[in-house]
């Protein structure tokens, strides 16, 4: 659970940080929500603890059996930093799959309090309904892309991809079972077959303006305790 714990840290101080922005995506404005985002084992693991707690087993089990396959990732956020680093040129192309996400409900996420990062890290300072588009404030996008390495490094070695994919991925391990018992058994073989593996973090791809901003917030999380030890100390092996 210390994982659970570094990413729920993780999650409290970007909130901290992030209300510097002036944003305007409020409740029922899903134009982001769809099947694209991508997350770790440990954020798929609070996402089926959760699921359990509220008694959302039938729910979330038929919301997953029901999902249409969305092609996967062709590299980890990792990966691709540590091409970038070695000087690799590399334009990985990721076909959008723009069909609702299967947690909204009513145009609401029935999973908000637990949502991945890769959700919430997508603010916009424009309604994006009126073209589509979001607008990003100014070097936000480097800081939040190098939070999204962070936590692939605390999931590395663990399944890393599409969020149905992990989640379809994760119900047959022990206590997922009530989830399970509403999902095809192939299914799930077919959503591990399309999961990639978290890498650990070869370095950030931020340049002088974005680390500037990054600071206060890398600053917080790593000073943070989890477990008696800094997050930096757990996250350097220590």
């Not at 980890?76 to 799959?97: D, K, M, S, V």
């Not at 309090?113 to 979001?134: H, I, M």
């Not at 390495?149 to 992990?166: F, K, P, S, T």
């Amino acid at each position: 659970m210390q994982k659970a714990a570094i990413l729920n840290i993780i999650y409290d101080r970007y909130d901290e940080w992030a209300r510097q922005f002036a944003v305007v995506c409020r409740p029922s404005c899903r134009t982001c929500c769809t099947r694209n985002v991508t997350m770790t084992t440990v954020e798929g693991e609070e996402i089926l603890r959760y699921a359990l707690r509220q008694g959302l087993e039938k729910w979330l089990g038929e919301a997953l059996n029901s999902t249409v396959e969305t092609a996967p990732p062709p590299v980890t956020t990792n990966q691709f930093a540590a091409a970038c680093l070695a000087g690799q040129e590399i334009e990985p192309e990721w076909p959008a799959n723009q069909a609702p996400c299967p947690v909204l409900a009513d145009d609401l996420c029935r999973i908000y309090t637990v949502r991945p990062f890769a959700c919430r890290l997508f603010v916009s300072s424009q309604r994006c309904r009126l073209d589509g588009a979001a607008v990003m404030p100014a070097a936000y996008t480097g800081v939040v892309s190098a939070i999204c390495q962070l936590i692939e490094h605390l999931g590395q070695r663990q399944y890393w991809g599409n969020m149905a994919d992990i989640l379809l991925a994760l119900v047959t391990r022990p206590g997922y079972e009530k989830i399970a018992y509403f999902v095809a058994p192939e299914k799930i073989t077919a959503a591990r077959n399309r999961l990639l593996v978290a890498e650990p973090l070869p370095g950030f791809l931020l340049d002088e303006r974005e680390a500037a901003l990054a600071a206060p917030l890398f600053n917080a999380i790593f000073h943070s305790e989890a477990g008696g030890k800094t997050v930096e100390t757990i996250l350097n092996g220590g």
